[in-house]
Each structure stands twice: as C-alpha cells, then as structure tokens.
T-cell receptor, first 118, second 116 residues
C-alpha cells in the first residue's frame, strides 16, 4: 500500500513550457485534491475531484487543468508555465469517515513536487 | 467563507522551553473540523490532530496539547519542553463537515525554531 504518490519530486521548467504533475493513490479514495504551497501563504486549494469524471475549481485554479478518468489518478496540468507557478504542489486523497450526521474527511497527503519555473 | 489566521509567522525558543502556537478561525458553519499539521524541514505534511466543533474537550498527547475554545474561535497548540526535533512549520486548518469536508482551508503557518 503506497498511499499517495507524486511524480516528479523536483522539476524545473522554462516559461511557456507545459507539463503534467502526476498523482496516484491506491486506497480507493473517492476524493482527491491539489494544493500549492507558497512561502508565507500556507496551502491553497487548486482543484479537487469528488470522484472519477467529476472535478471542480478551488481557490487558485487559473493556469491549471485537471481531469480524473480513474479513481486512482488525478494529474495536474500546466499548459503554459509561468514564474508565478513556482511552488510546492501537494496532492491529497481522502475518504469520508462517518460520525453519524457529522462526517469528516480523512486526508492523506503525498510527499509533494517542487516546481521551479524560470 | 472560511478563514484561518496564524498570526505568528516565526517563533524561536530555546530547547526545553514551552511554546504556544496560536490559531484563530472563522466559519459560519456550526459543525466543522479543525486540524494541526507539522511540516518538518524534509517537506512532508504530518497530521497531528483533528478536533470536532462539537467537542471542546482539550487534548494532550505526550508533550503536545491543544486548547479549543469556541467562544474565542481559537484552537491553540502548546508544545511542552520543546526539543530540536520540534523545529518545523506548523499549519492549522479548517474543514466543513459533510459535503465539502474534503476541502481544507489552511492558515499561513508558523515556523518554529527550537535552539539547542
């Protein structure tokens, strides 16, 4: 059981290049999310998915694309990288844990991808 | 809308001192969850605690303790007898209950440096 895996761990891009950050989970979780972490800003939600075929925008979606064709994978695409996208990216998966009428989501974070855009 | 404020950007303490990290939150929901995460220099996020809004009982786990006060919308974290291994960035986070609970709203983090 690998949990949440992210590849690559590090990446350097030039402005305008495109790339895909990979995220996979083997826990059959229905929910998956992408966050970015910038110095002094905490983690901010980029996009999320509540199941295969269903995605939605978070707080900072501009410049990013996602799709979820399978339960396991949730790739994040940068179509035309910009220096403002230099950040550490975390993928998370979660499942709903019931506490009667007050369920919450148990979050599992990947190790992160450090992206630099020159 | 939800908001989490960690007013302390950086804190430095000498080893064995006690330190409290502050967290103030805003939410309109009556049922919500609060979390603390630790991010050591290696970069991963380590889950520390989850607290339900309907349970104001404080919690202690070894040298760690958490004080949840709904009246002041605060969920503070205290490390007793700090150690060098406690040096990290600590994040407080908030989520809804039920639909939307998979989305976490994070504070900006507090960087704790424990000096030997």
């Amino acid at each position: 059981n690998a949990g949440v895996t992210q590849t690559p761990k590090f990446q350097v891009l030039k402005t305008g290049q495109s790339m895909t950050l990979q995220c996979a989970q083997d826990m059959n979780h229905e929910y998956m999310s992408w966050y970015r972490q910038d110095p002094g800003m905490g983690l901010r939600l980029i996009h999320y998915s509540v199941g295969a075929g269903i995605t939605d925008q978070g707080e900072v979606p501009n410049g990013y694309n996602v799709s979820r064709s399978t339960t396991e994978d949730f790739p994040l695409r940068l179509l035309s990288a910009a220096p403002s996208q230099t950040s550490v990216y975390f993928c998370a998966s979660s499942y709903s844990r019931g506490l009667g009428p007050r369920p919450y989501n148990e979050q599992f974070f990947g190790p992160g991808t450090r992206l630099t855009v020159l | 809308a939800q908001k989490v404020t960690q007013a302390q950007t950086e804190i430095s303490v000498v080893e064995k001192e006690d330190v409290t990290l502050d967290c103030v939150y805003e939410t309109r929901d009556t049922t919500y969850y609060l979390f603390w995460y630790k991010q050591p220099p290696s970069g991963e996020l380590v889950f520390l605690i989850r607290r339900n809004s309907f349970d104001e009982q404080n919690e202690i786990s070894g040298r760690y303790s958490w004080n949840f006060q709904k009246s002041t919308s605060s969920f503070n974290f205290t490390i007793t007898a700090s150690q060098v291994v406690d040096s990290a960035v600590y994040f407080c986070a908030l989520s809804y209950s039920g639909a939307g609970s998979y989305q976490l709203t994070f504070g900006k983090g507090t960087k704790l440096s424990v000096i030997p």
